[in-house]
């Protein structure tokens, strides 16, 4: 719920309904290399949530 909504789109497209890269940017009008970028932002955004809110060091 934290990631923007474009940024979670996308990163679901590609990594759980395993849209390929092509389909992905046409649809939301971007080029490969924003895709990765897109991608590793969100990947980024996600591992500092979990390291935040679940896995915290007693």
């Not at 309904?17 to 980024?44: F, G, M, P, Q, Y």
Request: include cysteine.
């Amino acid at each position: 719920a934290g990631l923007p909504e474009r940024y979670a789109t996308i990163f679901v497209q590609k990594t759980i309904d395993k849209l390929d890269t092509e389909t992905i940017c046409k649809e939301h009008d971007i080029t490969a290399s924003n895709l990765w970028v897109i991608i590793h932002r969100a990947r980024v955004q996600l591992m500092d949530c979990l390291n935040s809110k679940w896995f915290k060091k007693a």
